[in-house]
């Protein structure tokens, strides 16, 4: 089942089987896949439950520890890659969180967030499962091919994007949150995000660009992340 598949049943685990899993799935995947940008590090490591101090109801036999830049579109880059081996794990039988409340008990500089994974019976749903704002509250007019943006993970559900159409393509804006909700989210949201580009590329892997403009329109409530083509 391919990658852009994968979109619309996939569902954030947070139930997990002991099976083990063979990593050099992970390691295969990761040494060919996009980035958003080019020369932006970043890096994981694989822990075991363990390793990683969890402050959240539920746990996973596994963990990506991720690591980033933080440099221009260096989380937006880290939820672009990693939402890629998210749904690549999904179509192998491995389900995947992202979570904001965890870290490795042993953190290395430049740590960003966790990714729980595992084996799951519990990782899909139905597309009318998801719980996720409307074609026309996420870009100046409903566009269905936006739908795998629409459908990304996110952030305490925040959906912060907003696409523009110009001309092929798209501006894309990022909400800027309230007061209270930027304390929580402002690391995430940029995350969040380079999942939703995720998605759009691998709907889109033949035509997919993405770019940063000089010029554009200002967005009350908003702010530019960059230009996509598709």
């Not at 990761?30 to 402050?55: C, F, Q, T, W």
């Not at 963990?63 to 749904?87: M, T």
């Not at 990714?115 to 074609?135: H, V």
Request: contains cysteine; glycine residues 6%.
């Amino acid at each position: 089942m391919s990658l852009e598949n994968q979109i619309y049943i996939r569902k954030s685990s947070r139930n997990y089987l002991d099976d083990e899993i063979d990593m050099t799935v992970i390691h295969e995947f990761m040494s060919n896949v996009k980035p958003l940008v080019e020369g932006v590090n970043y890096s994981y490591e694989i822990l075991d439950a363990d390793e990683v101090k969890v402050r959240a109801g539920w746990s996973s036999p596994y963990y990506l520890a991720l690591y980033g830049d933080e440099k221009e579109y260096g989380l937006e880059n880290l939820g672009f890659v990693f939402q890629q081996l998210s749904l690549y794990l999904q179509s192998m039988g491995i389900g995947s969180c992202w979570v904001g409340m965890a870290s490795p008990k042993v953190k290395k500089d430049n740590f960003v967030i966790v990714m729980s994974f595992g084996k799951s019976d519990r990782m899909t749903r139905e597309k009318s499962e998801f719980k996720r704002r409307g074609l026309e509250e996420i870009s100046d007019f409903a566009d269905e091919k936006l739908i795998p943006a629409q459908l990304a993970p996110s952030a305490i559900n925040s959906q912060p994007w907003y696409f523009k159409h110009d001309g092929e393509g798209f501006d894309v804006y990022q909400k800027k949150q309230n007061i209270l909700k930027r304390q929580v989210l402002k690391k995430w949201n940029p995350i969040d995000m380079g999942i939703a580009l995720a998605h759009l590329y691998v709907s889109n892997e033949d035509t997919f660009e993405f770019y940063k403009k000089t010029s554009f329109d200002e967005m009350k409530g908003y702010t530019y992340t960059g230009s996509i083509k598709i």
